[in-house]
């Protein structure tokens, strides 16, 4: 079974310029998140999808992020515009299904993308 | 205000013996725990987790121990191989585990030979 896909696995930008990431979770799993890790730090959450619909972006910083998960399978999440601050691992991970049983709550990770903002 | 804590950055084991990482939550609304072992350059993996209506969990080499009263979770690992060498993360999460993870920052295991 193949894992969570993410792209690019790098990204170096300068302050001020836009950036998006891409993800594809595993297939048949109806809920995605986007964590941001900074370094010495755990994952943060910052959106939570079910299917196309946001359960929870109550972390996101609306002013910069934006996120959308179209048709329920992929997502996309774009920094504009980035800051210093912004610098950090940015994880997607899946899971089955809420509200199904507690198997299907353990989250998968992708292998992120490392943005630099400079 | 950090909900999950590791409180130990580090911890460094022998192999052969017995690792144990420890995880403090503050939020009483958590009900689910998990253990997510991670590699440079790579995601979390998942490891082992526990609702809140048991204490114990075990999985292999892993097991998850849970005291609510405390506030308090710890992973055991017997016997700790080479390969267990990672950072080890935390998670709590509400509504059953349907809910987004908060993480603890992190406990970086090093098996020595």
């Known amino acids: 079974e193949a894992g969570v896909a993410q792209s690019p696995r790098y990204k170096i930008i300068e302050k001020r310029q836009s950036v998006a990431f891409w993800c594809n979770p595993i297939s048949g799993h109806a809920t995605l998140y986007w964590y941001q890790q900074i370094l010495g730090q755990g994952p943060k959450l910052l959106i939570q999808f079910q299917n196309n619909g946001v359960v929870d972006d109550s972390q996101l910083p609306k002013d910069r992020f934006s996120a959308e998960r179209l048709k329920g399978v992929d997502s996309t999440l774009k920094i504009q515009p980035a800051k210093l601050e912004d610098s950090a691992v940015y994880l997607c991970?899946?899971?089955?299904?809420?509200?199904?049983?507690?198997?299907?709550?353990?989250?998968?990770f992708g292998p992120g993308t490392r943005l630099t903002v400079t | 205000d950090q909900q999950v804590k590791q409180n130990s950055p580090s911890l460094s084991v022998q192999e052969g013996r017995i690792s144990i990482l420890n995880c403090d939550y503050t939020n009483s609304m958590f009900d689910y725990f998990l253990w997510y072992k991670k590699y440079p350059a790579e995601g979390p993996t998942f490891l082992i987790s526990i609702s809140s209506i048991k204490d114990k969990n075990e999985d292999g080499r892993f097991t998850v121990f849970l005291n609510k009263s405390a506030k308090h979770l710890s992973l055991h690992i017997v016997p700790s191989q080479p390969g267990d060498s990672a950072v080890y993360f935390c998670a709590a999460a509400s509504g059953g585990g349907a809910d987004g993870l908060t993480f603890g920052k992190g406990t970086h295991l090093i098996i020595q030979p």
């Open positions: 991970a899946s899971s089955l299904m809420a509200h199904v049983g507690r198997s299907s709550y353990e989250q998968y």
